[in-house]
């Protein structure tokens, strides 16, 4: 009981204070207030919208937002989002370009789960959407899933990326973002030897800690240092009253969110003081790069206990991808019987999440595969975040990976467009 009180704490801890920027913007937007010469009443009423948007934020999740894009034949093609499989803790959901002939390139974009929506990728689809049939992996929010869907850890993550590869049949190319590149390896390589027909064309890797010990990082110290008894006591809770998962135990969206902020501290403080002055001066709108930015970034959600101790343990603690000794439901996965799936990695230089050196042990552990079907990428001037979403994605990544899916099926593809502008 006394986990659910305090989830609900924290619950209610946001909704005061979403209440108190309300407030403040309602009580200072009276018209008669106009008449008193003090900068610090629009200030408050500018802290107020801040506070009472980004409070907000926090338990929505976001919209795709993808309508349109531009086709070949120059006309404006519909996007619809159609769920191809859906599953309880997770559906494999698919762009499909309304009027537009199969391009010849099948993309399963695999998104993390490590405290952000699916939707986290938006500028990622955008970009491959002009050249790409795109499928991805949208990941629900834990505190909505009944206690009676029992539970999701790294072994379910995997088998559910079975599935979807099973469900979308050959050629299909993978895109593994971040936190799930070991477990999209570990897919690849349990496929290899339990339903070979199944497996994808490439795998492509991004910034992902397939070996955390390769390179160290804040992330990996954290793993290393901290015990597990340590994240049970202090991490986990159980679902709070208010949702369909109540009793779940759960890693909370909120509690992930302090963490993040935590790691950049100074930079998003300055962030919201310079977003408070511009909507005091009138400079600020809706959809202005602060909004765009932060409205993604502070809509989290909660992940299963299950699976964020069993990610720790296992991926970052025991090293079981790193040192090929990963099962999943009591049979040990392979990576070496990967013989046939060309595999790259990407990864950025300046990428302080997963460092240089994590994502590309890949190919080492890939010891059945010939090496022309390796590749790999360093982004010298990348973030992790730019590695797939950002300027140096669009720019430099994305046609090579685009190339490299190419060079690795024989289906007919249409030719490469470029793009030039995308979300950030």
Aim: proline share 6%; charged share 20%; hydrophobic share 40%.
């Amino acid at each position: 009981m006394k986990h659910l009180l305090t989830y609900d704490m924290m619950e209610s801890i946001r909704v005061t204070n979403q209440w108190l920027g309300s407030t403040a913007r309602a009580m200072c937007g009276y018209p008669q207030l106009g008449l008193i010469p003090n900068p610090m009443i629009k200030l408050t009423a500018a802290w107020g919208e801040v506070m009472e948007r980004s409070f907000e934020r926090m338990i929505a999740k976001p919209d795709w937002n993808i309508h349109s894009i531009p086709g070949a034949d120059g006309r404006d093609h519909l996007v619809d989002i159609e769920t191809v499989m859906p599953r309880p803790f997770g559906d494999l959901i698919r762009f499909k370009v309304q009027g537009r002939a199969p391009t010849g390139r099948k993309v399963l974009l695999v998104a993390p789960m490590s405290g952000h929506y699916a939707t986290l990728l938006r500028s990622t689809v955008v970009s491959l959407l002009p050249d790409c049939d795109v499928y991805i992996t949208d990941w629900h929010n834990a505190r909505d899933i009944p206690v009676s869907e029992g539970k999701f850890d790294i072994e379910d993550y995997t088998l559910y990326l079975v599935d979807f590869l099973r469900e979308m049949g050959p050629d299909t190319h993978v895109i593994a973002v971040c936190q799930p590149a070991p477990l999209a390896l570990a897919a690849t390589a349990y496929l290899a030897e339990e339903d070979p027909d199944a497996q994808p064309r490439t795998l492509t890797l991004i910034g992902g800690p397939i070996d955390p010990d390769a390179a160290a990082t804040d992330v990996t110290d954290f793993g290393n240092r901290i015990t597990m008894g340590t994240l049970e006591r202090h991490v986990v809770q159980r679902v709070g009253f208010k949702y369909m998962g109540a009793g779940r135990m759960v890693y909370p969206g909120l509690q992930q969110l302090s963490s993040f902020m935590a790691m950049n501290a100074e930079k998003h403080a300055k962030a919201f003081s310079n977003q408070i002055l511009a909507v005091a001066k009138g400079e600020a709108s809706d959809h202005d790069k602060h909004n765009r930015f932060y409205d993604e970034y502070l809509a989290v959600m909660d992940m299963t206990a299950e699976f964020y101790l069993s990610t720790v343990e296992r991926i970052f603690k025991g090293l079981e991808i790193a040192q090929n000794r990963f099962t999943v439901a009591g049979k040990q996965v392979d990576l070496g019987k990967i013989t046939t799936v060309a595999v790259k990695t990407v990864e950025g230089g300046k990428d302080d999440i997963s460092a240089p050196g994590q994502c590309v042990a890949a190919l080492r552990l890939c010891t059945g595969l010939p090496e022309e079907k390796k590749a790999n990428y360093l982004e010298p001037n990348a973030g992790h975040y730019g590695i797939f979403a950002g300027k140096s994605w669009r720019t430099n990544i994305r046609p090579l990976v685009l190339n490299f899916i190419d060079a690795n099926c024989d289906v007919p593809k249409t030719p490469v467009s470029a793009v030039t502008t995308a979300a950030e």
